[in-house]
């Protein structure tokens, strides 16, 4: 585990009582609480040896899995040995996706994984919005209103016609969609 | 995309979250798949014809399947969470479900034991093939594919360990369904092939609980 450096402001308590806020939907908790993790994510994915635009996609990987499983964090456990153990877990993954390691990929992932490793080195920010067009309409159509345009849910639901908890849904789907589509989806076997 | 950007856009509308979606998902795939079993077993091979008298030998059978079902599913709702990886929780969430397992086992082979050596075969065997090892399984099956579909909610992290709890806890709730259809009632044939095959439930959901866990 990384010991507490001085740019690492938000201390434990403070990323706690966060996360409780993000599980309670709270805009404001859950911005500072992904805020916080974010640096201690990059410095975790450094020292374990990822270079720094791999380490900035699995930061992000690792944000949106903290975002998306918030509600298996247990409100008397350790916040982070909590997100330690999905950033490993994001990190094993991406093993297994991009072939490192020696796993038995279908060839037709591999180069697609390979391929994949060469835009990246080009472009280290990942660009979600591409990734965005491998949804389903009703996903892409969601998040990108609510998301990225900042419309409410109900003047997202007011401009497709689709009911506030189907929009929700919609958006809950698609994250993790995406969550899966950061990197390249390709299956492995992991022990 | 700026990390940046994506915190904003991932804080801008959270909702709250619990795990009551992750438990209720379960209930309703131990429910369900327990219904399915049954009529699995109902239409394919019927339930033993003596069910009214041996009703209690089947409870006895269900029973214990169902305690070994027990303990699976703890160990299947612990490996639900991103935190069961470090080597010292998952011995501590090994122990209770494997100390369950020797016992039935040490349980069945005492039994043997005690057995006279002329029926030990037969209450070994149960008269032929031990076809349980695969039917457990097989009855498990509704469960084990409504578990996949209920721990898409959860974090799992040690995919195999959990992909073997969930199939434990399949061939568990398997075996209380094939206790209607079995008309083995010695307790070493039992306690030593249940297991076997809710054994082979959990080796197949290790195997496939890498591809089907991951998330």
Redesign the interface.
Known sequence: MLSGGSILTPDETQLHAWMLGAQAGDPVATHRLLDGLAPRLRAFFRSKGARPEDAEDLVQETLIAIYTKRAMFDPDQKLLAWTYAIARYRMIDRWRRTGKRGLDLPIEDFEHALSAEETEAGDPSRDIARLLGDLPPKQRTSIELVKLKELSIAEASAQTGWSASDIKISIHRGLKTLMRLVGTSATGDIS | ????D??????????????D??YRRLALALIVGLVLGLILIRVFMGFRPDIGVAAPMVAMKAGFSALIATFAGGLALRL????A?ATGTLRRLVTPLGLVILSAIAIGLITLMATEPGHRFAAFTGGGFPWCIILIPFCGLPTALLLVWAMR???P?R???AGAAIGALSGGVGAMVYAMFCSVDSVSFVTIWYVMGIGLAAAIG?MVG??LL??
């Open positions: 995309m700026k990390t940046e994506l915190i904003e856009a991932l804080a801008r509308t959270p909702e709250a979250a619990t795990p979606r992750l639900a969470k991103p935190t990886g909610e959860a974090a992290t995919l195999a360990l290790a890498a591809r991951r998330w």
